[in-house]
């Protein structure tokens, strides 16, 4: 049985296929429409976003209609679907949705964004899969997507941490995060969409990072359920000397699961070579047994950091000793990373801060349920 964990940033990201470049011809030969379906992931009781892109190869005339069917037959072991999202009217007609859009003038119908509920009862490792047509004068396209059922799993961390500095300081930004689901977790991994003025200042040998990119780290260690965990030592930034006052840089803190962060790696460019690994202590993982108090909800697995440039000569924060502390209080162990650190590459930071480019913006939306 493949055990898989949900993909918490399906909501944030949209896949960019389909997309083409625009050029100057003004029409477009029959058969080249382009349909784009990635395969979904999705855990027992919950939903998860999908969605369908059409495309031709070259601009066409603005307004050509596209229609795009999705066979629905073969989803009725997992659960349902429902469209969402605007620029299709779509009509369900038993186990076929209809939806009929246009294109605009570079050839590119809006995305047909869509939601797939699973039931509680259904198995992990169910499949389905959706065939989905797309036709219009231009030609027709047909693609699948692939529904996989897998184990839910729950990282919880707080939404914000508000930071002030003055140009050239050193900066620690403290991370923790939750395993909220029923079930231990084996390893995660930790980014920071590092803005430009902002950048790592650490050398921890589990994290990479390259200037104009993101610091990723990757923990190989096992969190156990309900247990909410802290680095052992603040994240090292450091803010550049140039940097203005009264500035709010907005960057995102998030944790993912080793899968997810597998699949967000597949769509990095290939040819970037990977950022450096550090060669200096290993960033650590303290288990803490007393819970911090965290928004417990399946939308809440990233923190967003605004640090505010001030202009008064303040001495900067302590730099604190990257090596394990002592002591954990409570006798809470240290874990300790034993896998070697993911190949990554610097386009990762384009990924990221796309989401919102990409997809959907996330405005934070919380809801109410925990994964079970």
Do not use: K
């Not at 219009?136 to 996989?148: E, F, K, Q, R």
């Not at 003055?166 to 395993?179: A, C, I, S, W, Y």
């Not at 030592?233 to 080793?258: C, Q």
């Amino acid at each position: 049985m493949v055990r898989l964990h949900l993909r918490r940033w399906s909501a944030g990201i949209a896949v960019a296929g389909g997309i083409l470049a625009v050029g100057t011809v003004p029409a477009v030969a029959a058969g080249e429409l382009r349909i784009t379906s990635p395969d979904m992931v999705v855990a027992p009781g919950h939903d998860a976003a999908g969605e369908v892109r059409v495309a031709t190869g070259r601009p066409s005339p603005e307004g050509v209609a596209v229609t795009v069917d999705i066979d629905l037959s073969g989803l009725e072991g997992v659960g349902t679907l429902a469209p969402t999202g605007t620029g299709w009217v779509c009509r369900p007609d038993a186990d076929l949705l209809r939806c009929t859009g246009r294109l605009d003038r570079r050839g590119e119908a809006p995305a047909l964004r869509f939601r797939v509920a699973a039931r509680t009862d259904v198995a992990l490792d169910t499949r389905a899969t959706l065939t989905v047509r797309a036709t219009s004068a231009v030609g027709t396209a047909t693609g699948t997507t692939t529904i996989t059922v897998v184990e839910g799993v729950d990282l919880q961390t707080p939404p914000e941490a508000a930071l002030t500095a003055g140009p050239g300081d050193r900066v620690v930004l403290p991370g923790t995060v939750r395993n909220g689901g029923p079930v231990p977790m084996r390893g995660v991994v930790l980014t920071l969409d590092v803005d430009r003025p902002l950048t790592y200042d650490g050398n921890h040998r589990n994290c990479r990072h390259r200037e104009g990119g993101p610091l990723v780290c990757r923990f190989d260690a096992d969190l156990e359920p309900g247990v909410t965990y802290r680095l052992s030592t603040p994240l090292p930034l450091r803010l550049d000397e140039r940097a203005r006052d009264g500035v709010v840089l907005a960057d995102r803190l998030r944790w993912w699961t080793t899968d997810d962060w597998a699949r967000a790696a597949r769509d990095l460019d290939p040819s970037v070579p990977p950022p450096p690994a550090g060669t200096g202590s290993h960033l650590r993982l303290v288990a803490q047994r007393t819970p911090a108090g965290v928004d417990a909800t399946s939308w809440d697995n990233w923190t967003e950091v605004s640090l505010t440039v001030t202009g008064a000569d303040d001495p900067p924060p302590p730099v604190a000793d990257d090596r394990p502390p002592p002591g954990t209080g409570g006798g809470d162990p240290l874990l300790p990373v034993t896998g070697p650190g993911t190949t990554l590459t610097a386009g990762v930071g384009g990924l990221l801060l796309a989401v919102g480019a990409l997809g959907t913006a996330v405005t934070r939306r919380r809801r109410t349920t925990l994964v079970p």
